[in-house]
């Protein structure tokens, strides 16, 4: 493959790329003058990353700081590594980056990795490195679900992952088709990007002023292997597009983003859900997922592929079997009207309505930014070491509000807002 100046593929429009870093920087993060930015990504994604440090200190950062992971030297652990050093994860960078946040650093992670990059190694070498890793980054995902810092998320179209994407296609088509895919999903593609997210962000606005007006007490999903009633948290509020993180700043945490999404009553979900698109996780594909719930706790999992992998996850932790979001995206979502699975959580979620299994988001309450931990469990938020988002809407789902007194008002219809 060509690659231009500054180590970017000619298949990659170096203008679009350039507005992304920026979109990340002024919308994503609206970094402030002085505000210190941790950001991690893979050494693939090093062209964006570059962009990105390159607008943050444009924006009047103060120190930028990058972690970097890469591919190969995650492999050469699997492929070397002593066994017990499967149970390890660096906690000391973990407490650093807490610290760092705690002293209002702001976060970025750029994502671009191999979405299978794990699939042929051991699978409970790799639960126990994932179950490790959860574990030691808790200081710092409290910083970052509590919603103390304003925190963003962006994707970069690394080769590894354009060709899982696109497999039938020359490696310099592949990685330009992801590209475009996510310059389009990123809102990128157009004139004036940061005019269309404030558009964009008004219309979710929109939704969540809707939800939150009705106060719902349960949401019901029904549809092909779906009769699933989800119970809301107890003063739940619902959340989407931009934010006010507890430091003040209004930020977008996802790009792309599609979502509008609130707190789960952890004990209150019962039924049964299939998933309608597979979940890439720490580079196992787990398919065809069905799940029963009693009491708000999964009791029966099942899933044609990736199963032992779903099992071990829902063995993490006490909370790891129960739900901490649900979110609602219409099907005509640009990122469903593409037709792609992405094997990436941050595109396919925004794809279709979906759970996630394990940590509650505090900020998704009334008044969030000043409860306890107790008062969030008191009101129905789960705790966990994970938080997993999994696909099950779709054009045949159907999804009913369903208030206190058992009345019932129709929220979806064949995946589209009623």
């Known amino acids: 493959m060509t690659t231009h100046s500054r180590g970017v593929s000619a298949s990659i429009d170096p203008v679009k790329l350039d507005r992304l870093a920026e979109v990340a920087i002024k919308v994503g993060l609206q970094l402030q003058p002085g505000q210190d930015l941790v950001v991690t990504s893979s050494i693939a994604a ?3 990353t570059r962009r990105i440090v390159e607008h943050a200190y444009k924006a009047g950062a103060g120190l930028v700081t990058p972690i970097f992971n890469d591919d190969e030297m995650t492999l050469a652990r699997y492929r070397f590594g002593a066994d017990a050093g499967f149970d390890r994860a660096a906690g000391w960078l973990y407490e650093g980056m807490a610290k760092a946040f705690a002293n209002n650093a702001a976060r970025l992670a750029v994502r671009g990795e191999d979405p299978s990059l794990l699939s042929a190694q ?3 070498k790799v639960a126990r490195a994932n179950k490790a890793n959860s574990m030691a980054y808790q200081p710092a995902l409290e910083k970052i679900t509590g919603f103390d810092i304003n925190w963003n998320i962006v994707a970069y179209p690394d080769l590894a992952w354009a060709r899982q994407v696109f497999p039938g296609d020359a490696d310099d088509v592949a990685v330009a088709k992801l590209a475009d895919a996510i310059f389009a999903a990123s809102r990128v593609d157009v004139e004036d990007p940061i005019g269309n997210w404030v558009a964009h962000n008004a219309a979710l606005r929109g939704r969540t002023e809707w939800l939150n007006g009705h106060n719902f007490h349960a949401l019901h999903f029904t549809g092909p292997g779906t009769d699933l009633t989800v119970g809301l948290a107890d003063s739940h509020e619902w959340m989407g597009g931009a934010s006010t993180a507890k430091n003040g700043i209004t930020c977008n945490p996802n790009i792309p983003t599609e979502e509008v999404f609130t707190t789960p009553h ?3 979900v019962e039924g049964h859900v299939s998933s309608t698109k597979p979940l890439s996780y720490q580079g196992t594909l787990i398919d065809e997922i069905s799940v029963r719930f009693e ?3 999964i009791v029966e999992a099942k899933a044609s592929k990736g199963e032992d ?9 006490e909370g790891a079997r129960r739900l901490g979001e649900v979110a609602l995206v219409p099907h005509s979502s640009p990122i469903a009207a593409s037709g792609l699975l992405f094997f990436n959580t941050l595109f396919d979620e925004n794809a279709a309505c979906h759970i996630a299994l394990g940590q509650c988001y505090s900020k998704c309450f009334v008044g969030g930014a000043s409860l306890s931990q107790d008062e969030i469990a ?3 938020g789960n705790k966990s070491f994970i938080h997993i988002d999994w696909m099950i809407g779709s054009d045949k789902v159907d999804i009913d509000g369903v208030h206190k007194d058992g009345a019932r008002v129709p929220v979806m219809r064949q995946g589209e807002w009623a």
């Open 122 to 124: 051991d699978p409970a």
């Open 295 to 297: 009491e708000g706790r």
């Open 46 to 48: 090093l062209p964006l």
């Open 378 to 380: 008191a009101r129905g």
């Open 266 to 268: 952890a004990r209150r």
């Open 309 to 317: 992998v779903l099992k071990k996850v829902l063995d993490t932790d």
